[in-house]
């Protein structure tokens, strides 16, 4: 079966998941958001790839960062945007996923920037629309978020240029977690050749050995030597059931501290999709270092988000 991202010739017409992407695609979406980069220091931060297109936002679920940064990537592409405020839609009187779509795209939508609960929405929403319609998935379920995936690596690539000397770790509730399948997905397809994954047996999900990771329950051995730590948010609306002791109780022996990253090489930098929970997941000292690099992931992904829609925008109708 074709990729469904991919149209007949092999171009990204909608970004669903980093799942089976090629490496080349990968690398031009980062390798094109770098040219994007520079724009931030401009006068005026527009350039024309998307003047005449209509973006809908649709955030089914809450969202600061990547909402935000969608919104300004697409106005930075000339776009115009609209936000659907969810609560105040006609979602609420029962009106279906796929009839709120037909709606929006008879108001002539091009791009839809989808957020849902539901891991497989973007996907169906993709099997609907025109061909001439993209959608960019911006986190489903426990499913994929394949920019925060993308903006992960521009960030990686920025502070370590090459990813094939490597040691990353993700670190925390993997479970729950579609940045933690976006991130290790990506990371095996550019060539990292030591991806671990730290965490507690409840917030592992089996098989991961097949996806080529080392697994640790100890934080200080897993850390040992590494270049990047990723953590994690413990995603508690996502947990069914008591799956931790206690948030001081997995601070001890999860959150990142002086203390545990002090294994890791001098070098190391840290990351975190955001929102933090300091203190549960990391000390705030280690949020607000200098080894921390938080805030250019959201930097980043403006100009990861905006090569993603232009691409994707670029690519032939089938
Ligand atoms: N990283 C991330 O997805 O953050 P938001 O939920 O604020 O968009």
Redesign the pocket.
């Known amino acids: 079966m074709r990729n469904p991202q991919l149209n007949r010739h092999g171009e990204l017409t909608h970004l669903l998941t980093l799942d089976g992407l090629p490496r080349d695609i990968v690398t031009h979406i980062l390798d094109t958001a770098e040219t994007f980069v520079p724009l931030a220091e401009r006068e005026v931060k527009k350039v024309p790839l998307l003047r005449g297109k209509s973006v809908f936002n649709l955030f089914f679920e809450?969202?600061?960062?990547?909402?935000t940064t969608f919104e300004i990537a697409a106005k930075r592409l000339s776009a115009d945007v609209y936000n659907l405020n969810i609560n105040a839609s006609s979602a609420s009187k029962g009106e279906t996923l796929l009839d709120t779509i037909s709606n929006l795209s008879a108001m002539q939508a091009d791009l839809f920037v989808v957020r849902h609960a539901a891991s497989g929405a973007p996907h169906l929403i993709a099997r609907h629309v025109a061909p001439h319609v993209h959608v960019v998935n911006a986190?489903d379920g426990w499913h994929a978020?394949p920019t925060?995936g993308l903006l992960d690596m521009y960030t990686i690539r920025h502070f370590k240029r090459d990813f094939t000397g490597l040691t990353v770790a993700v670190v925390g509730d993997v479970m729950h977690s579609r940045?933690a399948r976006s991130d290790i997905l990506a990371l095996t397809t550019l060539g990292v050749p030591e991806v671990r994954v730290i965490g507690p047996m409840t917030l592992l999900p089996g098989g991961l050995e097949h996806l080529g990771v080392r697994v640790f329950h100890d934080m200080y051995e897993g850390l040992e030597d590494v270049d990047v730590i990723i953590m994690l948010r413990l995603q508690n609306e996502r947990m069914r059931g008591a799956l931790l002791p206690s948030p001081q109780e997995y601070f001890k022996h999860y959150g990142l501290t002086e203390d545990k990253l002090a294994r890791a090489k001098p070098d190391a930098i840290v990351m975190h999709?955001?929102?933090m929970n300091r203190g549960v997941e990391i000390e705030s000292s280690v949020a607000d270092g200098p080894r921390a690099v938080i805030l250019n992931q959201v930097t980043f992904g403006i100009a990861v988000r905006m090569a993603v829609m232009s691409i994707v925008a670029g690519a032939s109708n089938d």
């Open positions: 809450n969202s600061t960062r990547t909402r986190g978020h925060q940045v999709p955001g929102p």
